[in-house]
């Protein structure tokens, strides 16, 4: 089944775009399109505080429900905080919408016992714990362990960063016990598969993750089944025209 | 102690301001200086869905941060769902930030074992649930009963409202033994007296326990304590360099 | 990507092999091979008793090690007590082992904020319950509901058995606000679609969710990503001599 | 507004009587009037033990309900055990009741994400965590570290227990990643202001938490709103007819 | 093993002793010599309110420790808030303390998978689930159900209070799927029996549980095991200089 | 009372009968008839990996049953994952049966405010903390921590073994807090005495634990109280000619 699949990197620059995109489609399922966009230069870098989330809120959504009303078939948030995924599958009505952490924790979750997320920095850590909690993995969760490598350093000198990936991960299984890594964030691209083979666990990618799950999210509402987030309750959006009231919808 | 309080109602327009602001003069510190203030037309008009707290976040917390800088003790957001309060911690380095739901909950986990929150409509049950239990309140709550009124109607036939609100209490103290009640929405206003006094259990409403809340975060930061939001960790602000950039520091 | 998937019906009788088989093609991805079995007769005819569940346990076993020697991609045990589901992630190497409610909460939890479990009888729901919170998906559960229907009598009278289900969806959507409905049985299969339609919510249906989790399952391990069930701690394997000593490897 | 709150040393010497008076004069609201007092002479000095709690639960509580008659505002039970609190809360009937824990949590739970309590013996650590988790801060517990001193050795020589303190908070700070400290005795009087000071983060004292918190509570009876402790339920009183029965009522 | 067992009546009269002494004989283990007492006259004659517990806790406290001294085998404290369970442990060096909450619960949660206790007032409600958490036995809780009969009237008219209990047990088991029934009072004493065969369930009463659990517990120490209350941590008692000097050690 | 009680080593080899048979004999009541049996050879050996367990089910729970109709008292089923017991009460209708995690759980939780476990190794870790929350005991969870030795070297070396169990406790009690110690393993048989009384805290042996507690269930089920497994719920068992399909009833 052909689908288009936006990748959004919610920040105001596009200097990742292009790797992302190239990363993506070696990974990406035959049948699956994907395009990668960044919001309008102006706004956030990086998202590392929570008040660059709310800078990008009004932006970013507006972003969605357009690519909802455009046909696109899923898109992806690209960032591990999820930022305003609830939002986003409250206002979309063809749409799928998902993220890295949501992803990623689904994934280990069913394939391990326990999982322990690589940050980068431990101020990430309250907000990105209290969304494993809301999420319902908190039994999952091994533990939290940062890199204190900041953003936009991650790039800046990739063996330094394995290298503290690996030290992290080593300290994950061995002392917490953990059995499967979520790299928790997008900008820690390109390092999974080394580290999964030497250390002979999985190795959860922030990017990749989100790309099969929103493809899974495809499949069971394109095969038949007809399986779409529940329009009541949570995620029931406003009305048509409210929605086209505050210029989401045409 | 002086003190001059900010409460924003975080919708666009202006129609409860001046009522909002008479209400809460009745119940003021009388060293309390109380603005009521609204956000620009062409926002929401009330946030019961997500996507209308996204947009409000971006001018909302930039009015935020500028209270901080003029000076101002204390800010309440004024909206049960307590939009952005955590970002408002974040971004604050004098002013102290506070909301409904934040106050409530404090205060009836104080003075009761259990609580039931009235809300406007079902809609706002998963997300306001999950805050209870974000914010440590799960072991208090009874319930969520809902009044199934639009917040738009909510003053449209008080009587209406006063007689729904009666028979969801009874359910709550009945049914679900709560001990206490709280309001689940600011536009709430004006009956809680009249139902505490002929039911005799505490109603909390919604604009009066985060003035009250208010009031009490700047005296115990301002009493020789200094007991402020902590600045390690989830509270943790991007440097006077950044916010600047964003325009959030002169 | 080609995929041969085996579905194990986990009784001893073959009655419902052939519509289970029909079932799912009309749901398979165009790349998936199906297989439908059942286990050697005079083994439990349903397992409604968790007594059934240990009398299966072993030839059941047998047969997934055997299947992930044979070189399947993929096994499903179409069992909505996902028996023995994590001593199957235990033994295998290379072949994905999903089940109904592994497979359908996953899916529930990323499409709506709770859910209701449809079960066939009050019997069943406090071992599935227990799953339901093991699996980290306690926050997800808003009630189980009973058809008080023995499953080898599900199919007996379809109508009387859809209505049945269609009343207690209701209950579940007005009294426990679930916002999605797993059927809890595989046999209460051909049923999920016309009630689906008519209420106007997702109803996860038993058989297809596993199919479409295998599916996913599958693409995470091929895709590149060589994402599989992590072989330390909890899935960990006996070595391949202790295996073989147990005629578990050829 | 006049308020006069009683705050009690539960034991049975008058030792630290006017140093606690002292303390709290340099942070009570111009408007409190502050009487200390401690219990008879031949009661426990102090309460590590839970033994020595139930000797003076029948001299405490009368003594309370005695005040409660006489009209004070508000009484704070000066332990960090918050010993019989919710009993003093059954029996009273204008008087608001609060103690350490109960206020330095709530403080804690709304300037933080997160707290470390610093006790005095790890023999407390059970029980207060018991509490902890009874009032519903679970969530916020970063940890309990113990300064091993015993209650009556901590004033001996202060310089040793600041330096205690010090190691002990630094040890919360980067080993649990507390972001807001409490001193988990009365005792641990004197020292809060200058770690708060050298290390940049709250430290919350447990003998101003609760004089603010029995302000605040005042505040929220007396405004004109009429809050006060629920009389459903868990707290409700024996009536006047068994109180004075029991010599708890003229 | 021959041993001693003092059940006590935690009130200020003796009107029970004699019925429960005749009616624990039934059941004791035919090595258990049985003593009954109450408290002395003048203290509270039932203990609905926390406040009743507060006034009994020293005195219930000293001949407990006296009882320990005296070389009793075990002390049952016979009301089902097991007041003071914990401090009682903490003192005794011998003896062995339990409850009828304590010893009930452990057994339901052996013998079934969910209880639902028969409370006598709402109003012990909170309290008693509170006990319920703390001790770990929140998740077999299906429910508290009420008599609204007073302590003080539950013998006065048997049939009602046993019809009322037949009714209650009923609801709980079709409403709130109970599969084992908690007595929560010792005074609900005498019903169990009839009920629990004509109901089919097992009925716990709550004299007879905290009998066969002390004797359990008198087995375990000294059966040659020598497993006895851990005197580190929660339970390390005051050292003997410290108990003598409370009377507390002769 | 006279009573006969049934240990089953669940593997395929009768090595440690005799050995578990004596050393059950020094802690029996003087009423108790002891057997000790282990299952036909072929099976495995030791129950480390999750699908040994497996592969034992059926001729477990055929023997547990026939067990029952032959008028055994009482089951213990000798592994400390307490294989299949769930199962086991399901289909016993007189016998009762226990298991040494189920026993020493219980007994912990009376005796002590947090246990740690001591386990063979790290793989059984997962398994084990998921039954401890299953059982409600993970309130009490201290730690887990593993000695790194297989099952079947346990007693190769006792010293070296010992040595290590005295290493794992120290950390228990020193870094987790821990107040009572669980041995986890039934071959973990003849250590805990000496241990227990170097160290002062009480250690439960894994096979004296259920001996004592199965001896305790079936006094509170023969003294006159009735008390036995509920058959409503979980534990309702196949009526008989459904047994008798399965050769599990005569």
Redesign the interface.
């Known amino acids: 089944m052909k689908k288009r699949i936006l990748f959004i990197n919610p920040v105001g620059h596009d200097e990742c775009d292009k790797e992302v995109f190239e990363y993506l489609q070696?990974?990406?399922?035959p049948d699956t399109e994907i395009v990668v966009e960044s919001l309008p230069a102006g706004l956030?870098k990086m998202l590392e505080?929570?008040?660059?989330?709310?800078?990008i809120?009004?932006p970013m959504?507006r972003r969605i429900k357009k690519a909802d009303l455009e046909g696109y078939d899923a898109c992806i948030i690209g960032c591990y905080f999820d930022p305003?995924l609830?939002?986003a599958k409250?206002?979309c009505h063809h749409m799928v919408v998902?993220a890295p952490a949501?992803a990623g924790m689904?994934?280990a979750?069913?394939?391990?016992?326990?999982f322990s997320v690589i940050v980068v920095r431990?101020?990430t850590?309250?907000?990105m714990r209290?969304y494993v909690?809301?999420?319902?993995?908190?039994?999952?969760l091994a533990s939290m362990r940062s890199l204190e490598i900041p953003v936009r350093e991650l790039q800046a000198d990739p063996e330094k960063t394995k290298n503290r990936m690996r030290e992290k991960i080593r300290q994950a299984?061995e002392e917490d016990?953990a059995?499967?890594i979520l790299l928790g964030c997008t900008v820690e691209i390109g390092f999974?598969?080394e580290l999964?083979e030497e250390l002979?666990?999985?190795v959860?990618?922030a990017n990749?993750?989100p790309l099969?799950?929103a493809?899974?999210?495809c499949?069971?509402r394109d095969?038949?089944?007809?399986?779409?987030?529940?329009?009541?309750?949570?995620?029931?959006?406003?009305d048509d025209a409210?929605l086209r009231a505050?210029g989401?919808r045409d």
């Open positions: 070696q990974y990406r399922d956030p505080y929570s008040c660059y989330e709310a800078l809120a009004e959504l305003f609830d939002t409250e206002i998902t949501e689904h994934i979750a069913t394939i391990g016992d326990s431990n101020k850590i309250p907000e209290e909690y809301k999420r319902g993995f908190g039994r999952y299984l016990m059995e499967v999974f598969k999964q002979g666990i999985p959860i990618d990749i993750a099969k799950y493809e899974f999210l499949s069971i095969c038949g089944a007809g399986w779409y987030t529940s329009k009541i309750g949570k995620y029931e959006s406003p409210e505050w989401m």
